[in-house]
């Protein structure tokens, strides 16, 4: 877990490198959990490629396997977008990343020293705090005037992050991670998506003290009054969705109540996922995760004291923080530097002075 009361000057950095005309053109990948998005700083148009990084790390493989489509991927995506082929790019790995950094930091910088000879893409480990970040700035740019919470909550596949101008929390307790910790827990099964339901009252107690047992660090990283905005889909088209429909909505609302949350936990819980598909008029994507995707919201908010999350679906990805991020693009430039750090310190390597590089 990482988590800072001083976020406002990195955000005030990003905002302002973000307002300065670039020297040439950027393209930035951000390389998530399940896959790589690539933009570039003249362009609107985003690409992308689906590949699954958590998988062999939970498996204990490493990220072997992934170096071939990752390559590919880099030299690929930028053609398909049209993107200037003189542009430089920089890569940002985030939560598996982070993972494979804590599993051997050595074979990891191996493995993107091949990844960048191949493809000339200098990838680099992006901090929990920078990522942070890149969230609340692009939901910034985003959403502008109807962003009236003190943070947005970002739940991705292998992290989520609660951002703020001013403070930050981040853990590895996304959507996958998440629910396969409940897996582990009450079903003994190292397999995720598993079938949580239905789930005993004894079961649903344990999901809970699970759930509060790791997040109990936002308490000392946020302040006391903390407002949500929820960006991401697991809520935009997953809990919310399924709330609304529980209580006969019409599909127009943005917001949520914990009251009510909590209410349909404790129904849904009782279902199997047939009768939770009945219920919520068919079958969905989200079903499997749905149980697991409630539980950690109404965890969120009973950590951080709120008694009601806004919701607005947006396609935020990391592409405009690390566009702006000028320390990225400087490593980029010393990315045999960076790698030695990367070894030696893991992913504090992101954020060391590489003017003090040889």
């Known amino acids: 877990m990482i988590f800072s009361r001083t976020l406002a000057g990195l955000v005030f950095a990003l905002f302002s490198a973000s307002t300065v005309a670039f020297d040439g053109c950027r393209v930035a990948f951000d390389i998530g959990s399940s896959g790589i998005r690539a933009g570039a700083s003249n362009s609107e148009v ?20 992934t170096v071939a489509p990752t390559i590919t991927a880099l030299r690929d995506l930028p053609d398909k977008a049209g993107f200037a082929p003189q542009c430089v790019a920089v890569g940002g790995g985030f939560s598996a990343w982070r993972l494979a950094v804590e599993q ?25 705090l920078t990522e942070g970040a890149y969230g609340y700035l692009g939901a910034r740019q985003r959403l502008g005037d109807p962003l ?20 930050s929390f981040g853990e590895a307790l996304g959507q996958k991670i998440w629910h396969r910790h409940l897996c582990q827990e009450i079903r003994n099964c190292e397999t995720a998506p598993c079938a949580l339901q239905p789930m005993t009252g004894d079961e649903l107690v344990i999901a809970r003290e699970l759930a509060a047992e790791k997040l109990k660090g936002i308490g000392a990283a946020l302040p006391t009054r903390v407002s949500m905005t929820a960006i991401s889909r697991p809520v935009s088209r997953g809990v919310l969705p399924a709330l609304d429909k529980l209580a006969g909505g019409n599909g127009q609302r943005r917001s949520l109540q914990r009251d009510e949350l909590t209410a349909a936990i404790d129904r849904m819980a009782r ?20 149980l697991s995707d409630m539980l950690l919201v109404e965890g969120l908010l009973q950590a951080t004291g709120g008694e009601s999350l ?10 405009p923080g690390l566009l702006a991020d000028e320390q990225a693009f400087v490593w980029q430039s010393h990315y045999g530097c960076y790698l030695d750090r990367l ?7 992101y954020a060391s002075d590489p003017a003090t590089c040889p």
Do not use: C, F
Request: a negative charge; aromatic letters at 2%; hydrophobic letters at 45%.
């Open 46 to 65: 985003t690409a992308r490629a689906d590949i699954d990084y958590l998988g062999p790390l939970w498996a204990g493989r490493g990220l072997e396997e």
């Open 104 to 128: 051997g930091a050595g074979e990891l910088a191996a493995l993107l020293a091949r990844i960048h000879q191949a493809s000339g893409v200098a990838i680099l480990v992006i901090p929990q």
């Open 148 to 167: 009236t919470t003190t943070h947005i909550l970002d739940i991705g596949g292998g992290s989520l992050q609660i951002a703020g101008a001013e403070t």
């Open 271 to 290: 279902l199997t996922l047939d009768e939770s598909a009945a219920l919520l008029g068919g079958s969905s994507g989200h079903l499997p995760w749905l």
């Open 310 to 319: 806004a919701v607005a679906e947006i396609d935020l990805t990391n592409i």
């Open 343 to 349: 070894r030696s310190m893991g992913e504090k390597a």
